[in-house]
């Protein structure tokens, strides 16, 4: 059985900074690309940032230059930076991953954490 597993969220002011790590645990062989999304109130979930295995990256316009995206492969873990936030950051944040969790044949899926909430209000 596989788990994510989101830590970091909380209350910040506006310009403020917070980090979110993502743990991933269980029979877990390889995981592929990493990956946060938020959902906001009212609003549809949307993709944040993307990172491979390689560690290549991907953000969503509105979080470019902002957030920072990493992962650590020998620890299964991702943590997403984030810096100058602004009201409309706030939401729950969401890791997902596609994993390898099991072998002959060889079988994998997108799993999903059950997210941490992010308020940035004064």
């Known amino acids: 059985q596989v788990q994510l597993r989101e830590t970091g969220g909380g209350l910040v002011q506006p310009g403020g900074s917070l980090r979110l790590s993502c743990a991933a645990s269980?029979?877990?062989?390889?995981?592929?690309?990493m990956a946060w999304y938020r959902q906001a109130p009212g609003k549809e979930r949307e993709l944040v940032a993307v990172?491979?295995?390689?560690?290549?990256?991907n953000y969503a316009d509105p979080v470019k230059g902002r957030f920072t995206i990493s992962r650590d492969n020998a620890k299964k873990t991702m943590s997403l930076q984030m810096d100058s936030l602004r009201p409309e950051d706030t939401a729950v944040y969401s890791c997902?991953?596609?994993?390898?969790?099991?072998?002959?044949?060889?079988?994998?899926?997108?799993?999903w954490g059950q997210g941490t909430q992010v308020t940035v209000s004064s």
């Open positions: 997902n991953a596609d994993i390898v969790y099991k072998v002959l044949p060889v079988t994998r899926s997108r799993f």
């Open positions: 990172i491979a295995s390689s560690g290549s990256t």
């Open positions: 269980g029979n877990i062989f390889s995981i592929y690309d």
